[in-house]
């Protein structure tokens, strides 16, 4: 059903607004299952219900709150899709920001504050696209799952695997999902604009590594000092470089890239081809190998001391198919003396980049920008679609932005002054919307 005028601009006005009064509501993750989502899912099912979209909450734990809706389709045989998004931010300081990170302030064309792009856009868009449904009577082409979950920036423990463990009922009939970090603009060399649409994720290896040693005084001579075991095994670590391993998605953005720019395609090296990307180039280039980051220390109590016992914190992620390499190197680098312990393990994913629902989003992208070139990227990161494959959901990430070409996208996940252009997420919300009447 085609919008007037006047409801495309309805539709873009509430989605700001949206996005605007859900930054205004902290809802804080600071981990280890402290955070509170309560105040901003009774906002989402209050914007339901106003259109008369009933919501349920289904809090996991004390102030740990999802919503979730179900919207009939015209054809409720055919499978449905899942449309989540993620309630929770990340903590910010306010003394490293240039304005309040919780006032939603509209400056300089975007909005600015903490979960402006990571995801309350994206909730934005979902919010105002449904509302618009209910208001001209639109039924989808299949039913519509819609989530809002808690706890996302947490490994999602109160949240989608909470669901999917205790709730997996809600998911009975629905094998597809769309959510966040894909389907934004990059500008390449030539000017050429290409759109990401996540296809694939890392998994994730987050290791501890302990060394056992003599402990004695500071002065004496020691050979089996634990400090030097666990700084020796991290070093190798940290300085190793990774062999490129050519993905299935890196295959077909590269090929893509190169073609684009004229450059050389070669598939054992992709790595010449990331100048082209600008500053998308730090996170895809982290797609191009496995990573293994150490990231925490910790030993010793007294400066003259030499302690028994020193450990460190490893970020490692795999490529899709690439976890035993992973951690056979981990093991061979970090040595014998080192015992290795899994704190997180969470798994790859990897979709193919073709059939319906990947068309619609490729046609949504056309009709609002014809110059748009929809390709597959591999996430460095991941999201709650993690969660949902685990009952057989493919999913992708497609919460459509069009940027401005020198803006340094990457950085605003997480960073400070994190915002989001205001004519891009308008853009967006009028792809969504040409997208889910298409699915």
């Known amino acids: 059903m085609k919008l007037t005028a006047d409801q495309i601009a309805q539709l873009e006005e509430e989605t700001v607004l949206f996005c605007q009064e859900m930054i205004q509501i902290p809802s804080v993750n600071y981990g280890e299952g402290k955070g509170d989502e309560r105040l901003i899912a009774e906002y989402v099912a209050r914007k339901l219900s106003e259109v008369g979209i009933d919501a349920e909450l289904i809090e996991s734990a004390p102030n740990r709150v999802n919503v979730v809706a179900k919207i009939a389709g015209s054809d409720i045989t055919r499978p449905g899709l899942v449309l989540h998004g993620h309630l929770d931010v990340v903590p910010a300081d306010a003394s490293d920001w240039s304005v309040d990170p919780f006032s939603g302030e509209i400056k300089d064309g975007f909005i600015w504050g903490r979960g402006a792009v990571d995801m309350k856009d994206m909730d934005a868009m979902l919010l105002a696209s449904v509302r618009m449904w209910q208001r001209v009577g639109y039924k989808p082409p299949r039913n519509i799952l819609l989530i809002f979950f808690a706890d996302e920036e947490a490994s999602g423990t109160y949240g989608s695997r909470w669901l999917v463990k205790n709730r997996p009922e809600l998911f009975k009939g629905y094998a597809e999902a769309i959510s966040e970090v894909g389907g934004f603009s990059v500008t390449i060399t030539g000017d050429h604009r290409l759109y ?58 590269f090929k893509k890239i ?161 915002r989001v252009p205001i004519d891009g997420l308008k853009f967006g919300v009028r792809v969504l919307y040409e997208f889910l009447e298409n699915v």
């Open 196 to 253: 990401l649409i996540e296809s694939a994720q890392k998994g994730i290896q987050w290791l501890k590594l302990s060394a056992k040693g003599t402990a004695g005084h500071g002065s004496f001579i020691n050979t089996n000092n634990a400090v030097t075991k666990i700084s020796n095994a991290v070093s190798r670590i940290g300085s190793y470089e990774w062999p490129q391993v050519p993905t299935k998605t890196n295959k077909l953005l």
């Open 258 to 418: 190169a073609d684009l720019t004229g450059d050389t395609f070669d598939p054992a090296n992709f790595k010449n081809l990331l100048k082209h990307l600008g500053s998308a180039a730090k996170m895809i280039g982290a797609t191009l190998t496995n990573t293994a980051n150490p990231t925490m220390l910790e030993a010793g109590y007294k400066a003259n001391v030499i302690p028994q016992s020193a450990s460190a914190v490893v970020d490692g992620r795999f490529l899709p198919g690439h976890e035993s390499e992973l951690v056979e190197t981990i093991t061979k680098l970090a040595g014998q003396e080192i015992n290795i312990e899994v704190i997180t393990r969470d798994i790859a994913l990897e979709a193919d980049f073709s059939g319906s629902l990947v068309e619609a989003m490729c046609n949504a992208l056309a009709t609002e920008d014809s110059q748009a070139i929809p390709v597959p990227y591999l996430m460095s990161g991941g999201t709650d679609n993690k969660a949902l494959s685990e009952l057989g959901i493919i999913g992708y990430g497609f919460s459509p932005l069009r940027l401005p070409t020198d803006l340094d996208f990457f950085s605003l996940f997480h960073g400070v002054d994190e």
